[in-house]
């Protein structure tokens, strides 16, 4: 066939030319199928726009052979040009087909030939490059645009913006969004200000990245931003993370605002109903800052709501009944989770066990275990930590050495955790000859020597007056920077302690607080609290009296009431924090100062030198490094047993002032302080304000109060305490049966000190040297009534 001579085509041409036109690119088709580019011969061939096109948008052809015609036509130099529209089809064409590296030699054509193209399609470029994971590419594609002066349209920078997120560049997409917020000034009725708004999508995939990079004030300060633009809206997805978010920093203000405003929303659009994501992340909040009371409810609300709960809602729920010690309810909800179908995993598993261990439930967690293995649950290294840190914590410290060490043979379950968990327990007991040839193995077996190891033997070292051991502990660690660095920073604080105590400062650390000062902040902090999520008078006459704006056909009464409540428009700080405090946070040496100020702290205050700790500790708060829960707690803790109490006070009125969130162990200390001043009496209204609070009582707690309600003669409150004890599914231990044997024997209640006697040995609790003492004086009690009733009764010979 004779083509002619090479003629580019107008946009008007005649019907002839246009047909002749489809039938060329027909017959270049077939030739590019067949033989490729080698049998074109560019002096024959009326190469034009229009023609390329058409061969280009062929679905028959291969979309190889399209690249090869593309480069085909560039290579006739003079005689044609590929325009903008020919390398948009391209570029798609590529995408498409997946083949991405060769964008790179098509933008170098595209250049040569000083050709843009738009804006779309750098957007399809920049999408193809992220989905297929190239991130640096894509931002490659950026710099590119910007070289070419492109007009970006601001939708495009979704794309870009993802693509920093996904490549852990989350400062950069950051900056880039607030520049692009910042450019939408204009007038609210302005579509264009609205369009040229960040998507959802990037937005949502911004504050995951910062949430989880635990950037708390950038996120709020892009939350803040997006909520003032009045044409940016929070899909489901968006009011979702923010939820999580704010709760999971204790926020639960912002988060029950959130929901309200959902549901607002649903009413008037119907696009914002909250899903089932949205219980799951509310329950999760709940459970976080201790309030499962609430939580259980809201489940129970969720069932009927439209909504079926799955393995996640149940996963929230029993982990957050284990870590407030609410068994009973950790158990119903397993049932039923297992009832409706779903499997619990190991995770789950770990939840129950961890949480029956610290309930003292130890033949109910070595029969769940079983339950576990007969299921064919997956068992982890995790699960079995937790059997051996129980069992060590239960007095069964044999069972949990023979464990660890079946396993260690088997080779199994066993990782640098478990050897941490059995190196601090022979530190406990004293044995430093065995832990430190643990140390030798656990190096042998390829473990790292952490820094929880670590500062367990240096406690040991230092209570045992074996500091020369330290060279001995350096031969065993691999990691050579981390022994030397603890050295060092002893060796540094120890000079910065010898400093301190030069100079002559008689100003206290902590002001002394008198205890009617700390009842009055802990009532102003009462009322602060009822402020914002009311009162429980008021919650009873919010029930009684519902007002008339809450709907009554609502799916989620319950969760509605809780957000009505919610009056401040202040985000307080979370004022109780369920997990508690510890000394070595994890975190290598990102929190080494902090973690070896805690471990020096227990040291020193372990040995009872208490102006050593006042030492490291202004020493610590003139790093600059903020104390946490675990810091004020043993300072607290340490002061109440000298007797301190004034300046105890101090201490938790500057962890207040701090906004440090109290936890467990600070009511502990509370509790423990009040009882050795004989204010029993106000043991009450402070377990109050905990449970106002969303707290819980563990068995120290109950274990303190009945102590302190003995004590101070209240012997039917410590009763009650302990029959609550039992009814919340926590077993008593040895220390909660000697102190009501105790307390019974002084208050002259023999018979009912023998019968917590009988209940402690049928309950297989083992006694301690301490039940023996106590017993010695029960007995002499008997003895002493045994006689006074002889004494009193008549001698037969004189009534003869």
Request: hydrophobic fraction near 40%.
């Amino acid at each position: 066939m004779r083509y002619g001579t090479r003629t580019l085509y107008s946009s008007h041409k005649p019907p002839s030319l246009h047909l002749g036109n489809i039938l060329l690119s027909a017959s270049l088709t077939k030739t590019l199928s067949e033989s490729g580019t080698r049998n074109l011969d560019p002096q024959s061939i009326p190469i034009s726009e229009p023609l390329v096109l058409q061969v280009l948008a062929k679905n028959s052809l291969d979309p190889s052979k399209k690249l090869d015609f593309f480069r085909w036509c560039h290579s006739l130099g003079p005689f044609y040009k590929h325009n903008a529209c020919t390398y948009s089809h391209i570029f798609r064409t590529v995408c498409k087909a997946g083949f991405l590296e060769e964008v790179p030699g098509l933008l170098n054509s595209m250049k040569e030939d000083r050709v843009v193209v738009d804006s779309d399609t750098f957007k399809i470029l920049l999408d193809a490059f992220i989905k297929s994971g190239k991130f640096d590419s894509a931002l490659e594609i950026l710099d590119y645009m910007e070289e070419l002066g492109t007009s970006l349209n601001p939708r495009m920078y979704d794309s870009v913006l993802v693509a920093l997120i996904r490549k852990n560049q989350v400062g950069l997409a950051l900056s880039i969004f607030s520049k692009l917020l910042d450019a939408c000034n204009g007038s609210v009725n302005d579509t264009s200000v609205v369009e040229s708004l960040p998507g959802s999508f990037a937005c949502n995939e911004l504050l995951v990245a910062l949430k989880k990079s635990d950037m708390r004030v950038e996120f709020k300060q892009v939350f803040d931003k997006l909520t003032e633009k009045t044409g940016f809206e929070f899909d489901t997805c968006g009011y979702n993370i923010c939820i999580h978010a704010f709760g999971c920093w204790g926020d639960l203000d912002t988060s029950l605002r959130l929901f309200k405003e959902m549901k607002e929303k649903s009413l008037v659009r119907g696009s914002f109903d909250p899903d089932l994501c949205t219980y799951n992340s509310l329950i999760q909040v709940l459970c976080f800052v201790g309030k499962v009371k609430d939580a259980l409810i809201v489940w129970e609300e969720l069932k009927v709501s439209g909504h079926e709960p799955d393995e996640f809602t149940y996963r929230n729920l029993i982990q957050g009944c284990c870590k407030s010690y609410r068994m009973d309810d950790a158990m119903k909800v397993f049932n039923e989770m297992q009832y409706n179908g779903f499997v619990p995993n190991t995770v789950v598993y770990n939840s129950l066990l961890d949480g029956m261990f610290k309930a003292r439930k130890v033949t109910e967690a070595c029969q769940l275990f079983e339950k576990m293995v007969q299921d064919g649950v997956r068992t982890s290294c995790w699960t079995y930590n937790i059997l051996i840190d129980g069992l060590f914590r239960n007095g069964r410290a044999e069972a949990g050495y023979t464990l660890f060490c079946d396993l260690k043979k088997k080779g199994q379950f066993v990782d640098a955790i478990t050897f941490s968990i059995v190196v601090l327990q022979l530190c406990r007991e004293g044995h430093l000859e065995e832990a430190l040839q643990l140390v030798e193995e656990m190096e042998g077996r390829g473990y790292v020597v952490d820094l929880v190891t670590i500062t367990s033997l240096l406690i040991g070292f230092h209570k045992h007056g074996r500091w020369d051991w330290t060279e001995r502990l350096m031969k065993h660690i691999r990691d050579v920077n981390l022994v030397p660095n603890v050295l060092k920073w002893k060796a540094e604080i120890e000079v910065s302690m010898k400093r301190k105590s030069k100079k002559k400062d008689y100003t206290p650390m902590f002001p002394t607080k008198d205890i009617r000062e700390i009842m009055n902040l802990m009532g102003s902090t009462d009322s602060e609290m009822d402020t914002n999520l009311g009162s429980e008078d008021d919650r009873v006459k919010d029930e009684e009296n519902p007002p008339s704006d809450i709907d009554q056909w609502s799916s989620s009464p319950y969760m509605d009431k809780l957000a009505n409540q919610v009056n401040s428009d202040d985000h307080p700080s979370q004022l109780f924090s369920l997990s508690r405090g510890r000394r070595v946070q994890e975190k290598g040496m990102d929190s080494f100062d902090i973690d070896m100020i805690n471990t020096f702290l227990s040291i020193f205050l372990a040995k009872g030198k208490l102006n050593l700790a006042c030492r490291l500790f202004e020493i610590f708060s003139d790093m600059g490094v903020n104390p946490v829960s675990y810091t004020y707690n043993s300072m607290m803790s340490s002061f109440v047993k000298k007797g301190y109490f004034n300046q105890a006070w101090g201490i938790l009125s500057e962890m207040g002032e701090n906004v440090c969130p109290a936890d467990i162990a600070t009511y502990n200390v509370i509790i423990q302080g009040l009882g050795k001043m004989g204010r029993a009496d106000l043991a009450s209204s402070v377990l109050d304000k905990l449970m106002k609070q969303g707290g819980y009582l563990d068995v120290v707690m109950y274990n303190t109060l009945i102590n302190a309600l003995g004590k101070a003669g209240r012997i039917d409150e410590a009763n009650k305490l302990f029959e609550q004890m039992r009814a919340t599914g926590i077993n008593p231990d040895v220390v909660t049966f000697n102190t009501l044997i105790e307390v019974h024997s002084k208050a002259g209640r023999l018979k009912k000190a023998y019968k917590f006697l009988k209940m402690m040995l049928d309950s297989g609790c083992s006694p301690n040297h301490i039940t023996d003492t106590t017993l010695d004086f029960l007995g002499r009690e008997i003895e002493k009534l045994r006689y006074q009733k002889a004494s009193i009764m008549p001698n037969k010979d004189e009534s003869s």
